[in-house]
Every structure is written in structure tokens, then in C-alpha cells.
């Protein structure tokens, strides 16, 4: 009887791990697919590249490079994302940030 509870739960924790696994990968999939279509037409490379090469953090604020502008006021009008796509990259450009190392192509 234990031996079967336990094979249950093992079972369970699978399951959830796949599920999670396989979400977090159409999210991750979905915000590349934006960031083709709403900055890649323009930008070389990859969002990592761009991340590393033109953004800076600065007292814990995302700031570009050249313009010195906040991350996402930047992105509001530039790019011509909607907000809901804006929130995505900015995650996107966030994470790639706080990656740091050579950029991944
Ligand atoms: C229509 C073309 C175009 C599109 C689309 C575009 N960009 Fe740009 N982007 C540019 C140009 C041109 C520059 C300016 C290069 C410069 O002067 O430094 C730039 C500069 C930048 C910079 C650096 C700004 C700075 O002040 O250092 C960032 C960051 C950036 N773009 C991010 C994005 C992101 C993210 C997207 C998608 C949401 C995007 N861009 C879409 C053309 C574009």
C-alpha cells in the first residue's frame, strides 16, 4: 500500500514538472515570436544580443544605452508594441540582462 502511494505521488510530481515544463516553453516561444515580428524586422541578432549591447542597468532601473531612457517608457514609443507585448519583452530583455555572459545566438 505505501509502495503504491508513493508511486502516485511520484507519478503527480511528473505530471506537474512536464506541465510546467512545457508552459514555461510556449511563454518563452510566444515572447521570441513578438520580438521577431516587432523588433527584429530593424535589430540584427538576437534579444540577448540587443540586451547586452545597448542596455544598462543603473540603481536598479533598465536604462538604454544612447538615449538614457527607462526601459519601458523607451519601449512605449518605440517599436510600436502593444502594452500587453511591451510587458513581455520587457521580461524578456530583463532576464537576458540579468543572464549577462556572451550573448547567445
Ligand atoms: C523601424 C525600425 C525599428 C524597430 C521596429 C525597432 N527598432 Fe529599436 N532601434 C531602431 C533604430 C534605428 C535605433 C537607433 C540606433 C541608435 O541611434 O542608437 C534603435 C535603437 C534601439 C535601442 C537602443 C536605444 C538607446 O537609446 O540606446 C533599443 C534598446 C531598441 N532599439 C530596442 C528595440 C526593441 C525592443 C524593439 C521591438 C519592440 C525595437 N527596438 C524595434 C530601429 C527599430
Redesign the pocket.
Known sequence: MLRLVSTLAGFAGFLLMTSLASSSVAVSEDVQAV?QQ??G???EGS?KE?ALG??VVHQGAII??????E?RA??NQ????RPD??DQ?YTL?QNHLAEGGPPAR
Open positions: 520580438y516587432r523588433c524586422a530593424c535589430h534579444a540587443l545597448t542596455l538604454t544605452r544612447k538615449r538614457k531612457l526601459l523607451f519601449l518605440h517599436g510600436r508594441s507585448e511591451i519583452l530583455l
